[in-house]
Structure formats: C-alpha cells, structure tokens
C-alpha cells in the first residue's frame, strides 16, 4: 500500500483558549498545507472547533509556549515546519514568503518581524521586552534582528538537531541562539501585526511580559562551570 501523501509544509499553531480566532486562522493556512493546531489545555472547546474545521490536533498536557511549540513540531512530517500564533495576530497566509526563503535556499531560519497595523496591538510593555531581549540576541550572536517573533520557518529535521529544551516562553530565543551557534543563515521579513481575539496569556499584562524576559534571560544566561575544571577565559 503506498504512503499517504505528505503535506507541503506543516504550520504548527500553539493553542490555549483562542476559539474566537481559530476559524479565521485555519482559513488562511495555504492550501496544501497542514494546520497542527496543539491544545495546550484549553477550557474553551478549542480542539474540537479545530477538529472540526479540519486541523490536525496534539494534545500536550504540559502547560508553556515551548511545551506546545515542540509538541508540534515532534507530530510534524513534512520537510518544512512554520510556527504562527493561533491569536488572529498573525497572518499565516504569509507565510509562503518566509518558506520562499528556505526553498531557495536563502535562509536556514526565516523570522516574521512584526511592524504593528495600529496604536495598541503591540502594548509598550511587550514592545520594550522585546528590544530589550534582541539586543542581548545580536550581542550574543552577532545575527542582526530586530524582534523575536513568534512567526517563523524552517527544515524540521534541522530543527530536531537543534536538541531544544526550553519548554516554557525561552523556547522562540533558545531557536534562535542554537541556531546561531550551528552557522545557520537567519533572516528577517516583515509581517503585519494585527490587534488579538482576547487577552494575551503572554505579554497582556507587565507580570506576563516580565516573567517571559526571565524565561528568555535564563536562556541566554552563560552555562554553570563544570566542576572540577577551571573556567577558560
């Protein structure tokens, strides 16, 4: 019996709690492509809407943005893996622009820079939290970004050898640092950012934002010396 057939690109969509924008975000997935919708416990029937329009669901029980992330990355098969928010923020329409890229062979790791649509979809809190953060990423890897986004493609199998481990909000930078680290080409295209469906579990409130920069810091934070060996300068 032969194979079933593969999908052009699988777009792995974190979930919790976005009912109100999942009809309009799986509507704008590429034709072709496969939607891997991963409930991360949601209470507002957001699997069985994503079912039913469709998506293919993972559930991953462990709560955090990583855990998520990952999880769906683990369930995909295709060649090539996008991340986009399920919040109605993104467009993933887009994103055959960034998978252009990767085609092409032009970029290892294509970011969506979000550039706002209006005053008060990015709040200042997370805006600041954000430049905060790249400016350690360029310091740390030399790469010359501008934002963090959420909204991103890449080779899965290239992905799985990265050996991520952050499971909580550090998982998007800890992408990128290892990707640094392994020569990859890293690039960045402009994405419109538009307002959310509902409040941010993330970088909706200052505690949000703040306890996001620490799971980021933590990530670029210098690793513990190994006992026993002196540190080398």
């Given at each position: ?52 329009l ?81 400016r ?19 080779r ?25 680290a ?13 307002p959310?469906?509902g ?22 934070a210098?690793?513990p ?9």
């Amino acid at each position: 019996m032969p194979e079933p057939s593969r999908a052009a690109v699988d777009v792995v969509l974190p979930c919790l709690n976005e009912a109100a924008a999942l009809p309009w975000v799986l509507a704008r997935v590429p034709p072709s492509w496969r939607a891997i919708v991963v409930d991360n416990g949601s209470s507002d029937g957001s699997a069985g809407i994503a079912e039913a329009l469709g998506a293919t669901v993972v559930r991953e029980p462990r709560r955090g943005f990583g855990a998520a992330c990952h999880a769906g990355l683990e369930a995909a098969t295709a060649d090539t893996v996008c991340f986009c928010d399920c919040d109605r923020s993104l467009d993933p329409g887009l994103l055959p622009v960034l998978v252009r890229e990767i085609a092409l062979g032009r970029a290892d790791l294509v970011l969506g820079r979000r550039r706002p649509t209006g005053r008060g979809v990015w709040p200042v809190h997370a805006r600041v939290g954000n430049l905060v953060l790249a400016r350690m990423v360029r310091k740390r890897t030399g790469l010359p970004l501008r934002d963090l986004g959420p909204m991103r493609a890449a080779r899965r199998e290239a992905l799985l050898g990265l050996g991520l481990t952050d499971r909580r909000s550090g998982y998007p930078l800890e992408m990128v640092t290892r990707a640094a680290a392994a020569g990859w080409a890293v690039r960045e295209t402009d994405v419109p950012y538009f307002p959310r469906a509902g409040k941010s579990k993330v970088t909706g409130t200052w505690r949000g934002t703040w306890q996001a920069v620490r799971d980021m810091r933590a990530v670029l934070a210098p690793p513990p010396p190994v006992p026993g060996r002196p540190d080398v300068p």
